[in-house]
Structure formats: C-alpha cells, structure tokens
C-alpha cells in the first residue's frame, strides 16, 4: 500500500463506509419488517391453538444464532482495512463489513508483533536513507519476532545486496521489505499449485486437522465448519478426537451454530479410526462436500497419535480412494518457535498438506507465520485470530504482511 494518495485514500474509504452503512440501514429495516411479520403469524397461531385446545403452547425454542455484525466507527481502522482491500483492487461497493472487521482484527492482533518491530525500525530509520547498521538492527528485529533464521538471513542478505546498488530510503526499505516477507510465504503457496483451499465440487473433500493439545484444532474446525456452510457447501464433522471426553460435547456446541452434524461414538475409549469409518458412510449417504475430521493431540513425540493418524488416513484411502484429502496443521503461533519444531516433526511423519496458525491476536510472536513457511514449506491455508465464530478466514499473504507491518 502507498501512502502518496493519502487525500483520495480518505475518500475512497469515506464512500465505502458510507455505502456499508445504507446497506446495514436497508437491511436493519427489512429484518424489522420480517420480524413483524413472523410476530403477527405467530399470534394468530397462538389464537388457533388456544380455540384448537384450550392451551396455550410453550413456543418453540429458538436456535441460536451467529449475530450479524454493527458497522462501527469511521476511524482509522476502517480507513487502513479499505485501502488493503483497495490495493488488492476491490470496488468500492464491493467491500463487506466482514472484510472490514476481519482486517481490524488481524491488524490489532499483530499489533504485539509490530511493536518492537516496524515501530521501532521507523523510529531508528527516521528519514535517512538504510545503512549497514540498520540491517544489524533489522536483523535482530526479525528473530525477535519469530521470523526464524532462515528467512531473515533471506530477507537481510536481499537487502544488503539492494544497498550496495543504491541509496534505500526508509520508506522504500519497508517496501522491499514486505515484498521480500510476501515471496517467503507465498513460495509454498505457489508450489502447492492453489492459492485459496477451497472444497472441489462434486468430490468428498476431508480435511483433517491435527496438531498438539491447546493449538486450537476444535475451536478451528468449528469455525471451518460455519464458514463451509455458509459458503453453502455441504458439510459434515466427525468427532474423531475420542481421547478428551469433552471434545465431543464441544464439537456439538460449534456444530449447533453452524448447523452441521457432528458424527460420533460416546463410548469410552471408542477408536477414533471407527469414527471416520462412520462418518464416512453418513457423508457418502448425505453426499457431503466437506467432511472436517478433529484429531486428538497428545504430544508427537508419542507414536501412538502418528500411529493413529495413518490409521485414519488409512481408511479415507480406503473407502474412498477418490476424495481430496488435505492434513491440515494447526499451530498456536502464540509458541514461536516451540510451534515450528512442533511442525517440523509433525512434517516429517505426518504427510501434511498445509498448516493453519491460530491465536494472532495478542501475540508478539506472528512472525514464525514466515518461518513455517521457509523453514517447513507448509502453505498457509487459513489463520485464527480470536476466539469467536468469525474469527477465521482464508490465509492472504498481502493483507498478513500489510497487517505485520502497519505503521501505526
Ligand atoms: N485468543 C484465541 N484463542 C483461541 C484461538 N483459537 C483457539 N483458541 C482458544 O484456545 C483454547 C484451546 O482450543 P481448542 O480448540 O480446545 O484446542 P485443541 O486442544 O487443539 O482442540 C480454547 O480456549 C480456545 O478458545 C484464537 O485464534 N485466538
Ligand atoms: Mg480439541
């Protein structure tokens, strides 16, 4: 993102605000107009039933349901989140508030990360053009993030050759920067031949999540889950995590709100490859396009879970030799460089496919996000950042740099 329009910036972001909040205005006053509606059918039921026998029913209860989110403020967050998506050459009147809020979010959560980091960098750089010696700088920067070794030497050494060149100002240091961060992430991206890990149509598609205790793998799959089938694929959970009794119970909650199946076996000590094997004739029956399978996650360095999971994958082959399976790694980045040993030796034994990072919010560690990429070769598939049922959304490399390397 350039910050040379600044003027037209404001505008653009001033139109998209204003747009935003007419559309939530119209939508406020049809939901009300709807809401009127379904209370006049509801009385008149209410009359019928009571005429009918004399009782009046208890209504029926209420699902619940993922609330619709409020245009805030016209601040800066609003303003840097519709350049990003202006730089990515969104229209106008194409923006969503989800969008909108999403950015916000990532933006805040990197803020731990940024800190002693771009903040730091611009205030040692001031207007001067780079030196030597800020790239020491830079470089003890980056590792403090969790970048990892072998991306900031990439990404020093790129800039160390571009100073011998020419004079780098500050501000054209930082852009170079974020071009060299974005080829770091998006090399496995590209390798992998997709940008966005979407289901393919008229496949079954099983994802599996794996990855050590806490990472996130349920509150991640519940989230998968709700933006699966709200993208209107038809999806389907099985609760193949049989080793913490309550993991199922807690799938059943992220199922409920987002109006998916949950396939499981409460038996004690039910085998979690006897769960998948389920789940898979239900998903077959119903002609499912997403199955999310969750894993259980004692530590790795146990065989047993590497056991189990080639179990799993095991049956999927067998049953359904033609589905699109994807082993996705979930990482709490919250553990820099405890998560990229974690991937390094779930790489090694457990044929992933991707990884998704979680809790980026209030972290100061987002950066080993880079190292898993240069360091493992994982794609990043989605990231996490909050606890809530919109909190996750597909990886885009432009928008985590930007966010990384916001200047306020
Ligand atoms: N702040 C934050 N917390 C998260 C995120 N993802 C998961 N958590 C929390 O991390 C904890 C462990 O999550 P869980 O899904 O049970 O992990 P699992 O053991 O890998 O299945 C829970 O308290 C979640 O609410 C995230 O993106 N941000
Ligand atoms: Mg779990």
Known sequence: MTNTNSDNSREWAEQAYALLKKRQEEQKQELQKKEEQKQELQKKEEQKSFIDNGTKENPPKKPETVDELELGEFDDNFTWSAMVLAAQGKKVNQITLDEIDWLTKLRRGLEETRKGFVSELLEKLGDDPLTPESLDDLETLLIRADVGIDSTDKV????????????????????????????????????SGTNILVPQKGKLNVWLLVGVNGVGKTTTLGKLAYLSSRSKYKTLIAAADTFRAAAVEQLKVWGERSNVDVISNQSKNADPA??????INSAKKRNIDLLLVDTAGRLQTKNNLMDELAKIKKIIDKKVPDAIVESLLVLDASQGQNGLKQAKSFAKSANLSGAIITKLDGTSRGGVSLAVSEEVNLPIRFIGAGEGIKDLRPFNSYEFVEAMLADK
Do not use: T
């Open 156 to 191: 020093i050494g790129s800039l160390r050759k571009k100073l011998n060149e020419e004079v780098v100002g500050g501000e054209a240091g930082i852009k170079f920067l974020k071009r060299e961060l974005k080829l770091i992430i998006d090399k496995p991206i590209k390798n």
């Open 274 to 279: 006897a769960v998948v094997f389920d789940a």
